[in-house]
């Protein structure tokens, strides 16, 4: 159960890595200060896929006495496209680094697609569900039994391999069923079967092999081989 939460764990950074280290992105999400700058020079260059761009250089003061130069792309149909040398346009920096900055009103100045980035996490954790969900809920389900039922001595009857199905092309997760025979102390006999995730005990387990169950009165056909936890 410790490696889906790494996972998890995991895809879940990913997001917050990006948002952090995107200068669009931060300036998104703030807070920031808008201060009045110039543009030193505006030069023609080839950048929006046909369109007419220009590459526009321009100098403002975050705070008095300071003065830091950053660049901009416009592309043709921004407001800030007609800028020429002299011109005033309001520049949109971070208080905490001016050197992050952007012309304000540039649509080529938009952060990623938030939605997109936290739902990713979600995706990528279905993808790889088939691998993981079986083994937690078949972990669950024997923790449940031994909480809640009795302990027994069983006997093995057989065990038979059990393939999870999975995405094609992707390895599903692989056990076997256990199928024990054993007595309760009412003297009731019960046939059940069991998970068992670990192919090493599933090679010991030969047929008149004893074992451990974990079992409840409700579903008597479902019991936990507490050998494949216990070590």
């Known amino acids: 159960m410790f490696l889906p939460l790494v996972l998890a764990a995991f895809f879940a950074i990913v997001p917050v890595t990006i948002l952090s280290s995107d200068p669009a992105m931060r300036l998104v999400l703030g807070p920031t200060k808008t201060s009045q700058g110039r543009v030193l020079s505006a030069v023609d260059v080839s950048a929006c896929r046909g369109l007419g761009a220009r590459r ?6 975050p705070e008095p ?13 921004s407001v800030n496209y007609p800028v020429q040398p002299g011109d005033a346009v309001d520049v949109q920096f971070l208080p905490s680094d001016p050197a992050v900055n952007v012309l304000r009103g540039d649509s080529r100045n938009s952060g990623p697609p938030i939605a997109f980035l936290l739902v990713m996490p979600l995706f990528v ?35 038979k391999k059990r ?15 256990v199928f024990v025979s054993f007595q309760t102390p009412a003297g009731e006999h019960r046939d059940g079967t069991a998970w068992c995730p670990n192919d090493w005990l599933l090679n010991q387990l030969v047929a008149g092999t004893k074992v451990h169950v974990a079992y409840t009165e409700g579903k008597q056909g479902k019991v936990a081989l507490l050998e494949a936890f216990l070590r």
Do not use: H
């Open 125 to 159: 954790l279905l993808m790889f569900s088939p691998m993981f969900v079986p083994q937690v809920r078949e972990a669950l389900r024997a923790r449940r039994l031994f909480r809640r039922g009795r302990v027994a001595t069983a006997t093995v009857v057989f065990a």
């Open 163 to 177: 393939v999870t199905a999975s995405y094609p092309g992707w390895p599903g997760s692989s056990g076997a069923e």
């Open 56 to 61: 526009v250089v321009y100098a403002f003061s």
């Open 65 to 77: 006495g300071r003065e830091l130069r950053g660049a901009a792309t416009v592309c043709q149909g």
